[in-house]
């Protein structure tokens, strides 16, 4: 296993002079100063000329797992795929806002770059939405299942996955079987839902990547730190992205939570990597440093 990562926040003092206020008038940020959660996109994450880019198809689910439960969900396919050749996988929470190409994860567009410059393997991205019921009535709301699906500490969206959406995508693709081929990705409720599915099934997944994960007692994942350091080993690596202005609720307070997950972690000699910033509950940093994160996730997995 590689040697195991753990970056805090950077502090630099600044002298006394560049610290004087700015003009009354003057609604503007100081030369030194920095608007919080202010992350932008890189090149990585924007349509490069000479890059293959691969094709999205958009999908319907009718689950048995989540019973009643409808949704969308999404493939990506890189223009390197080759069909005689296993392609790896990335599963995708909350699919609708990482599959978008104006939106802050773009991650098609960052899977085309690094893909073409050999940066991650050909992966074959599954971007899924949360499940609803539909309403029995006409006009009435569709009944949400996106916190039961996502929050719960149990293995059945890791069975939604390995027994119902992997299955109907391999009628068609040719998927990698084992772990090593295998990530997991999601934001907020997304992030933990993630890390619950390697958690629960190491054997099939090995890769996570939590932005802005919910390890809070929504429907209690604050236990997530204790049981890190209480339980064996497992064959995961876990990229965690948060920020200091996150959430602080009822729930918990998120900052602390993805601190306290970033410890356990530590402790118990996981290949993890913690990335803290000062973004809030948003998908900017996230997607900012969605590129790196791949390229970390990825770093040793052979190219053939």
Known sequence: MNKYLFLLPLVIILPACLHAAPPA????PTATSRIPDDYKLGPDSMVQEGVP??????????????????????????????ATKPACVMVFQDGGGYVGTNGPHRAPVVFDNLIHKKEMPVTI?????????????????????????????????????????????????????????????GASSGGICSFTVAWERPAAFSKVL???????????GHAYPSMIR???????????????????????????????????????????????????????????????????LWRDYPQK
């Open 25 to 28: 008038n003057s609604s503007a």
């Open 53 to 82: 880019k691969g094709t999205v198809t958009k999908h319907h689910w009718k689950s048995k797992v989540f019973q009643g439960t409808e949704r969308d969900f999404w493939i990506y396919v890189p223009a390197q795929y080759d």
């Open 125 to 185: 991205g599954i971007f899924i939405n949360p499940g609803e019921i539909p309403a029995a009535e006409p006009g009435k709301p569709a009944e949400k299942n996106r916190s039961f699906e996502y929050d719960t500490l149990s293995n059945q969206y890791a069975r939604f996955l390995l027994e119902e959406i992997l299955p109907e995508v391999g009628k068609k693709y040719n998927l990698a079987q084992d772990a090593e081929s295998r990530a997991i990705c």
């Open 210 to 220: 939590s932005q802005i994960g919910s390890f809070t007692n929504i429907r209690g």
């Open 230 to 296: 209480k339980t064996p080993l497992k064959p995961i690596r876990v990229f965690l992205q948060d920020g200091s202005n996150d959430l602080d609720n009822a729930h918990g307070n998120w900052s602390l939570a993805n601190q306290e997950m970033a410890a356990a972690l530590k402790f118990a000699n996981y290949d993890y990597k913690f990335v803290f910033g000062d973004g809030g509950h948003t998908g900017k940093h996230g997607g900012a440093i969605l590129p790196d994160s791949l390229r970390w």
